[in-house]
């Protein structure tokens, strides 16, 4: 019997669920969660070898964690909002178990984080050799370097840094599922997944992000014309911390396609 992912939830209404990204828990959600609680049921999920499922120590492969992502969501089924690594789970989850799936919101997230000759507003891949590395010698200093890389130039960097980080240390992630997290960031691509899903798919950009550039909002539009995208101005890697308020009122816009 496949398990269930540890789950937070609040409100009530429409399902909404949220997949946090590499390195980070479900209490990176958790601004977000309350803002919703009024008109939603939100759902904050952690990924194996994450928060309150560090006891696991391994994430796991992809195909597991969409099979268990899909058991724990409702009956009724739910809209995915994944952010960075949780949008590849959030994408194979909707692919793997389109019945429990409404739709899938990508934040700051992308089918392919690597470049190709044919994908260019992506990762280079020596960034992520160097993470993985570093995740051999030390493990937190990388994440520390993975954080802030997150948020640079922006001019409130510091404050968004320190709620971060303070959420990260509370729960701080397995070295395992960190370096398996890692492998699925240089691996995966799920390009022809994100083309053929039959729920509606949008994403979430932030114009500063340097991991998941905006330009790449072209070549999502090539691979699904139909798609809804949106940039957040002065936004990084994760717009839902650095622009609430906007990030708030494109996902609820995006509830209503």
Known sequence: ??????????????????VHGW????????????ALADDFQVHRVDLPGHGAAADETRLGDLDTLADRLAVTLP??????????????VALQAAARHPQRVHRVILVAGTPRFVQAPDWPHAMRLPILDAFA?????QYQ??????????FHGLPDAQATLKTLRGRLLDS?????????????LRDMDLRPTLAALPCPVHAVFGEYDTLVPAAAETSFRALRP????????????????????????????????
């Open 1 to 18: 019997m496949t398990a269930a992912l540890k789950t937070c939830s609040l409100g009530d209404g429409p399902a909404l669920t949220l």
């Open 23 to 34: 390195g980070l828990n479900a209490g990176v959600w958790e601004d977000l969660a309350r």
């Open 75 to 88: 009956d009724a089924g739910s809209t995915l909002v994944g952010w960075s690594l949780g949008a590849l």
């Open 133 to 137: 590395q570093g995740l051999a010698a």
């Open 141 to 150: 200093v990388t994440l520390n370097r993975f954080l802030a890389l997150q």
């Open 172 to 184: 701080p992630p397995t070295p395992k599922a960190l370096t398996e997290g890692l492998g699925l």
């Open 226 to 257: 139909t798609m809804r995208t949106a940039v957040i101005e002065g936004a990084g890697h994760a717009p839902f911390l650095s622009r609430p308020a906007e990030f708030e009122a494109i996902l609820r816009s995006f509830m209503h396609d």
